[in-house]
């Protein structure tokens, strides 16, 4: 399957009926499994959300570490079942609230975590050992599991009862979110020590989440998302293996996370091809031998991008079909974007209505009776197996282009995607493709809805605080444990009990990055349109 | 890439025509640490299509290399695009510095999550085009060159 990657942008045919002959070629036992065999088509577990419902895991945070901790009880008290910070963008570049970049942005999109006592602050009244987090950065990945670490350690919790997820995809930023700090080949390095570090530590925690989620904002097909996600999994344990790990060691530690966007039965059909793809490349392609290794377990968010700032009621209803298609693939976690997500960050009431419709598919519906209840239907194995097949071409693609490194390093990935974004929008312009109340069913007038406002004031306490963690903390330590993170980094030592040490000076995000940034410098990406 | 020649019939007709003529030379910025560059990118390119001559600065521009490249590159428009709520704090700036630098003929647009109670702040001060999430491509490309025309016309 050699075709030129431009075919793959052709709108795939969808057909008015399926039928027997639409999946003649389909094997039960080789191409679908029960749930919980082999190749996990329907589900990793034999009891589907019988034996365990989805965490209803509300991505959170704004404004300063008190702010979001205050959310964060909030969403728990109403049922929630996992916490997800959301960090605002110094914190997701690697710098401290005064650098100049991060000038009108702390705690705007997200919280600020500067240093180890915001981290103090943002779990403050919550046991780490009773919830699982996850951490949604990349860049500095490693520095801030290396604070949550340390703030467990203060607390006497046991590093092996942490149960998490840290995102720590750092491919995804090359090709899609561009949050990314140093170049690819140092940026792989950290993602490895975390590997490495947390095989033998955490043997709980997720050490990364392979993310389709910011690849499909930033434009892809649903197709593209799945390859390209897959394809940056293939890289990750290929590095592991280099970075001279076993395989089963680290495998069944990664995780991933996927968009669960609007059309339906391709999104449900995407979920279940994934956990295919994978489980024949964990077998056959790595020669995994745990069976855990072969199981894909994901987490799926509901596509911001499909939010709408007109008749932003309507929001609801569309998040409420994205999440059901998310259950109804077999998502481990959800989190279901508020209605009010394309003008800003939720309002609690909006956040709360969010965790509500999750909690009505869950309670309500029925849906998770059965397990992989759409399993067997002509279409969506029709559409599950030309999913795949879509997949495969652009991993051959890639392969040829020396892995995804490379790939990203020429800006392929970013370029399809560029491509696929600017179709879309096209699409939308010349009404091939309904938005409702955008291009289609518009009101004149509509009435404003209450938004979130963040103020400056969260700045200057970060500020303040920043100010005094300088003045508190014992600065000769600090400059110590700076150079040997300095050091460890240009020899081959692994960085992780390095930032533990400077994490446990009190040393800040933007100097523990500063120091790996004179070692390796940044990256700036040459532009793709 | 550089617009196309213009033959002699074109300068017999004077220079008002001559910068009609002239293909609108806009650069599009993303200035603040936010990487989201999708809109970004489609409007560049969409502007592109439509005939103007887009310069794209890539990620995580300072106001003053914005305004630098406006200079460099003899741009008619400037489009920003904000999504991380740090319009208050860029937007005001790339005004200022235009105005510093003498280029006040300089169309200032913004795209982006702008909240509907700053948009009249950011009209006061300057910025003549605010487009909100849904504004579709081709009202954005009719308001840049309804604008630049009209500078063009006044100034002639």
Known sequence: ?529 | MTGPALGPEAWALGPSVLRDMHKIRVVIAKPGLDGHDRGAKVIARALRDAGMEVIYTGLRQTPEQIVNAALQEDADVIGLSILSGAHMHICPRVVELLREKGLTEVLVVVGGIIPDTDVPKLNAIGVEGIFQPGTPMQDIVDFIDRHTRARVASNS
Request: with cysteine.
């Open chain 1, 1 to 529: 399957m050699g075709a030129p990657a431009d075919t793959t942008h052709a709108k795939r045919v969808v057909e008015r009926l399926y039928t027997p002959d639409s999946i003649a070629s389909l094997e039960y036992e080789r191409d679908l499994g029960d749930p919980g065999q082999y190749p996990y088509t329907r589900g990793i577990h034999a009891s589907g959300y019988r034996g365990k419902p989805w965490t209803m895991r509300q991505f959170a945070g704004f404004g300063t570490p008190e702010e979001t901790n205050e959310r964060y009880r909030q969403l728990l008290e109403a049922g929630g079942t996992g916490l997800s910070v959301a960090f605002d963008l110094p914190t997701l570049m690697g710098r401290d609230p005064d650098h100049e970049l991060s000038l009108g942005e702390v705690g705007k999109c997200g919280v600020s975590i500067a240093s180890l006592a915001d981290m103090e602050a943002l779990f403050e009244g919550i046991d780490l050992g009773a919830i699982t987090t996850s951490m949604t950065i990349n860049g500095p990945a490693s520095m801030i599991l290396a604070m949550y670490l340390v703030l467990a350690e203060q607390r006497g919790t046991d590093w092996r009862t942490l149960s998490g997820t840290i995102q720590n995809d750092i491919l995804k930023e090359f090709i899609a979110q561009k949050e990314f700090i140093y170049p690819p080949r140092p940026s792989m390095r950290l993602v490895t020590d975390v590997f490495a570090f947390c095989a033998e530590q955490m043997p709980r925690w997720n050490t990364i989440s392979v993310s389709g989620y910011h690849i499909r904002e930033a434009g892809a097909t649903a197709a593209q998302e799945l390859a390209f996600t897959l394809r940056d999994g293939i890289e990750y344990v290929q590095y592991g293996i280099d970075a001279g790990l076993a395989v089963d060691a680290f495998a069944p530690r990664i995780s991933f996370f996927f968009n669960s966007h609007s059309d339906f039965f391709e999104e449900l059909a995407k979920f279940r091809a994934a956990r295919r793809i994978w489980a024949c490349v964990m077998r056959d392609r790595f020669k995994a031998h745990s069976p855990r290794s072969w199981q894909l377990r994901f987490h799926a968010q509901t596509a911001g991008v499909s939010l709408t700032a007109q008749q932003p009621y309507n929001n609801v209803v569309r998040t409420a079909l994205q999440a059901m298609a998310a259950v109804l693939g077999g998502a481990q976690s959800l989190h279901t974007n508020a209605l009010d997500e394309a003008l800003a960050l939720p309002t609690a009431e909006a956040a709360t209505l969010a965790l509500r419709t999750q909690q009505i598919i869950a309670e309500e519906t029925g849906i998770t009776e059965v397990v992989d209840p759409l399993g067997g239907s002509y279409y969506v194995e029709a559409l599950t197996t030309a999913l795949e097949k879509e997949a495969l071409v652009y991993f051959d693609t890639i392969d040829r282009m020396g892995g995804m490194v490379a790939a990203i390093e020429r800006g392929y990935p970013q370029r399809e995607i560029a491509e696929s974004a600017y179709r879309s929008q096209q699409a939308i312009e010349t009404r091939e493709q309904i938005i409702v109340g955008v291009n289609q069913f518009t009101a004149d007038e509509e009435a404003p809805i209450k938004t979130l406002y963040i103020d400056e004031a969260a700045q200057q306490r970060q500020l303040a605080r920043l100010d005094e963690i300088r003045r508190r903390r014992d600065s000769r330590r600090v400059a110590a444990a700076l150079a040997a993170l300095e050091a460890g980094a240009a020899t081959g030592a692994n960085t992780m009990p390095l930032l533990l040490d400077a994490v446990r000076a009190y040393a800040t995000l933007g100097e523990m990055c500063d120091s790996l940034r004179k070692v390796w410098g940044e990256y700036v990406e040459s532009p793709v349109i």
